[in-house]
Antibody
């Protein structure tokens, strides 16, 4: 069974940093691209970033480019999202998701709240 | 960037109704379109991939069609457990979600 478990969220002040993790199990992590997708409270889904299986290809939404960094450690079956210079508009539930025919499996999400 | 427009934003229907949700892309995305169902408080779940392929474990009352810029998700006979928000998503060029259609019972 595919499982994706996010962690690392919380309350952070504007301008500060936070690093999210996503532990994958139930599939060969190193064979799949991965994504981060977010959902602001009461709003729709917004794709944030993608990384290929070997980290060769990385893409970001314009809204986070230059502030967020996606990475992965295939030996640890873990996906990361380093977030810096956080803004109030980054407040959202952040989902880790596997990339196959688009996006197939999603984690349950981790909440990030940016507020003073 | 490709924009995805879903309609209607809110749909009320009765149990047993045939329900049709629309998604339009701002440019040709061929058939690189998925549909997701998100129930309140849950993560999205993949229903349909590559326009018309049913994800494993999804009931056959869900179906998808279309190509190019116009796509449709159909629920052949609405069930109470289908109350949710439905999102389309294109992955032909970058990644873009539609704003969603909230489906409620009449």
């Amino acid at each position: 069974e595919v499982q994706l478990v996010e962690s690392g969220g919380g309350l952070v002040q504007p301008g500060r940093s936070l690093k999210l993790s996503c532990l994958a199990s139930g599939f060969t992590f190193s064979n799949y691209g991965m994504n981060w997708i977010r959902q602001a409270p009461g709003k729709g889904l917004e794709w944030v970033a993608s990384i290929s299986s070997s980290s060769s290809y990385i893409y970001y939404a314009d809204t986070v480019k230059g502030r967020f960094t996606i990475s992965r450690d295939n030996a640890k079956n873990t996906l990361y999202l380093q977030m810096t210079s956080l803004r109030s508009e980054d407040t959202a539930l952040y989902y880790c998701a596997r990339r196959r025919t688009g996006i197939d499996y999603w984690g349950q999400g981790v909440m990030v709240t940016v507020s003073s | 960037d490709i924009q995805m427009t879903q309609s209607p934003s809110l749909l009320s229907a009765s149990v047993g109704d045939r329900v049709t949700l629309s998604c339009k892309a701002s440019q040709n995305i061929y058939k690189y379109l998925n549909w997701y169902q998100q129930k309140l408080g849950e993560a999205p779940k993949l229903l349909i991939y590559y326009t018309n392929s049913l994800q494993t474990g999804i009931p056959s009352r869900f179906s998808g069609s279309g190509s190019g810029t116009d796509f449709t998700l159909t629920i052949s006979s609405l069930q109470p457990e289908d109350v949710a928000t439905y999102y389309c998503y294109q992955y032909n060029s970058g990644d873009t979600f539609g704003a969603g259609t909230k489906l409620e019972l009449k």
